[in-house]
């Protein structure tokens, strides 16, 4: 079985933070994209859980890295 890849919309928000958490808590499932709206202070900084994964907007070339948008 292989990973189910997951971005987060609003990954700064408070949902998006439980969901985040969730995801890192959860086998089978990693996160792919943490997505921020447009000059976000948090753009390009690393997601919580996730330091090898940094905040971006949401793209195109983000969705072909990703199964599943929440």
Excluded at 13 to 23: A, E, L, Y
Excluded at 41 to 65: C, M, Q, R, W
């Amino acid at each position: 079985m292989s990973t189910i890849k997951i971005a987060v919309n609003g990954a700064v928000g408070r949902m998006g933070q439980q969901i985040i958490q969730v995801i890192h808590d959860t086998d089978g499932v990693t996160l792919s994209s943490g997505f921020e709206r447009e000059g976000s202070p948090y753009l390009g900084h690393p997601v919580t859980n996730f330091p090898e994964i940094n905040y971006e907007t949401y793209s195109d070339e983000a969705l072909k890295k990703t199964d599943v948008v929440i």
